[in-house]
């Protein structure tokens, strides 16, 4: 089996735009900002007073600015001071850059699975080589 002179130029192409791809992701990656591991949200919570607007689904108090994260193997939600705001964007950084990271990892297979096609579309059986040469 061989590839086409157009084949292999379209290959090339698609094995460039991965390299591209690959290098935009991996340079996102790169960043000196420091990260907080955790999922950021906001909540709305209830406060317990009887009388209060809260008991209505729709007024309740918030939003508070909460980091979920895990310790020994369970999860616990963090609610932050007014004063650690900081850290809230820093696990919304940390889910950006995760989310990236996932992303390079597909890439980086898809890159694989590209190159390996190419070999395989350009590799001869024996029998096949060996009848080539005595032609």
């Known amino acids: 089996m061989s590839l086409s002179s157009t084949e292999l ?3 090339r192409q698609r094995l460039r735009q991965l390299l591209d791809k690959i ?3 991996a340079f996102s990656c790169a960043y000196p900002d420091p990260l ?3 999922v950021a949200s906001e909540v709305y919570r209830r406060c317990g007073k009887k009388n209060c607007k809260c008991t209505d689904e729709a007024n309740r108090h918030g939003p508070y600015r909460i980091i979920q994260v895990y310790e020994n193997k369970k ?3 963090v609610a932050l001071k ?3 705001q900081h850290l809230w964007q820093q696990a919304k950084n940390y889910q950006t850059q995760i989310n990236t990271f996932l992303a390079l990892k597909k890439s980086c297979a898809e890159l694989f699975d590209e190159v ?3 070999l395989k579309k350009r590799t001869l059986k024996w029998s096949e080589a060996s009848c080539q040469q005595k032609k």
């Open 116 to 118: 390996e096609n190419i």
């Open 23 to 25: 290098e935009k992701q």
């Open 75 to 77: 999860q616990r939600q």
């Open 82 to 84: 007014a004063k650690q």
């Open 36 to 38: 907080v591991q955790g």
């Open 9 to 11: 130029s379209n290959r």
